[in-house]
């Protein structure tokens, strides 16, 4: 009953848009006002601890299951295990990271950067404290091209742990007659605090059903494009970083078109 409870206050938050006649709010009414983020965000990690503490990662059946006997839990799992601080809106997160497998590229490409594009999987689950608040709210299992500067932050920077596979060829080392397939590809788990999913400090979350959720998603890293250039001038765009601060979207250097960064303006 808890869980069912759960899942409809998630639900109720994620649809509720309300409007008043006060004045002094200009007729909106922000469902989310009273919120501590700062709180909200240690809330979050308390949570995923405990999720991590109780389950395991099941390599038979690919799968986090309910911790048993005999089976190490994700958060004793420090093989394999790691934990970000991540600052996001003047607050940090913590994102944890669990990598089943690194990826072996093939010809050799680097893990990509936050701004590159990259050919993934990935499979999606919402969760609190011990429990999985629902079955997958948004799965790929025939790949996808995005690019890691567009996406929640928790992939933007979980992404990067990884690395891509190869593309399988014949027996004689040709193209493969049959389905696009990846051999050797990173795979791994993202558990990723409410903060770098679908805060309700952003606006555009508030209809969300997933809003101010942590959520955990099953990734696999297929391939990557290095050295993305959005723009096409022949840099980088993880390179177009003029206050050196590692995001390239909040970059603006042309005084004649303040409004477009860097990273997009082929004439900067």
């Given at each position: 009953m808890n869980k069912i409870k759960n899942i409809f206050l998630i639900l109720l938050l994620g649809v509720v848009v309300m409007y008043s006649c006060d004045d002094d709010n200009n007729g909106f009414f922000n469902p989310f006002a009273d919120i501590n983020y700062e709180e909200l965000a240690i809330k979050d990690n308390d949570s995923i601890v405990k999720f991590l503490k109780n389950n395991y990662y099941d390599n038979d059946l690919d799968s986090v299951k309910t911790l048993v006997s005999g089976k190490t839990s994700l958060f004793e799992d420090t093989d394999k295990l790691k934990s970000f601080k991540i600052t996001e809106n003047d607050i940090e997160h913590t994102l944890y990271v669990y990598t089943i497998e690194q990826g072996q590229p093939s010809p050799v490409k680097s893990n990509p950067t936050v701004m590159d594009s990259v050919y993934v999987k990935y499979s999606?689950?919402?969760?609190?404290?011990?429990?999985?608040?629902?079955?997958?709210?948004?799965?790929?299992?025939?790949?996808?091209?995005?690019?890691?500067?567009?996406?929640?932050?928790?992939?933007?920077?979980?992404?990067?742990?990884?690395?891509?596979?190869?593309?399988?060829?014949?027996?004689?080392?040709?193209?493969?007659?049959?389905?696009?397939?990846?051999?050797?590809?990173?795979?791994?788990?993202?558990?990723?605090?409410?903060?770098?999913?679908?805060?309700?400090?952003?606006?555009?979350?508030?209809?969300s059903s997933l809003v101010d959720t942590n959520l955990m998603f099953y990734i696999e890293l297929l391939d990557i494009v290095e050295d993305t250039d959005h723009d096409n001038d022949g840099i980088p765009s993880i390179d177009e970083d003029a206050d050196g601060d590692g995001d390239p979207t909040n970059d603006f250097s042309d005084n004649s078109n303040p409004a477009l960064p860097d990273y997009l303006n082929p004439n900067v």
């Open positions: 999606g689950q919402a969760f609190a404290n011990t429990e999985l608040l629902t079955s997958n709210f948004d799965r790929n299992d025939s790949g996808a091209w995005l690019t890691l500067n567009a996406v929640i932050d928790g992939w933007k920077y979980g992404f990067t742990n990884f690395l891509g596979g190869e593309l399988k060829k014949d027996t004689n080392g040709g193209t493969f007659n049959g389905p696009i397939t990846y051999l050797n590809t990173g795979k791994g788990i993202l558990f990723i605090p409410s903060g770098l999913a679908y805060s309700s400090i952003d606006t555009n979350n508030y209809t």
